[in-house]
């Protein structure tokens, strides 16, 4: 069975830094994209960053240059650094894969993980 583990969120100060991890675990054969949401009230969840597999990125314009994201395929690992953190990036953040190939979705299926809260406070 595939899951997407986060880790990384917690408490941090505005202007410091937090980096987020997001493994995918199971029988995997590859993965086409993988990206950072995060919870917006009233909205979907809303794109704060992108990686195709060839290492292709895309950023919420509202995080240029202060969030970074990255990943390493032979471990099914995406990565979000973020600094200069801002109280309006407080919110739950979560992780996807796209076209995700295994043996019970040989086509490439979605998967989200469970979510880690990013707080950011004085």
């Known amino acids: 069975q595939v899951q997407l583990v986060e880790s990384g969120g917690g408490l941090v100060q505005p202007g410091g830094s937090l980096r987020l991890s997001c493994a995918a675990s199971?029988?995997?054969?590859?993965?086409?994209?993988m990206g950072w949401y995060r919870r917006v009230p009233g909205k979907q969840h809303q794109l704060v960053a992108a990686?195709?597999?060839?290492?292709?990125?895309t950023y919420a314009d509202s995080v240029k240059g202060r969030f970074t994201i990255s990943r390493d395929n032979a471990k099914n690992t995406v990565y979000l650094q973020m600094n200069s953190l801002k109280p309006e990036d407080t919110t739950v953040y979560y992780c996807?894969?796209?076209?995700?190939?295994?043996?019970?979705?040989?086509?490439?299926?979605?998967?989200w993980g469970q979510g880690t809260q990013v707080t950011v406070s004085s």
């Open positions: 996807k894969a796209d076209g995700l190939t295994s043996p019970v979705c040989l086509l490439g299926c979605d998967y």
């Open positions: 199971g029988s995997i054969f590859s993965i086409n994209d």
């Open positions: 990686i195709t597999s060839g290492g292709t990125t």
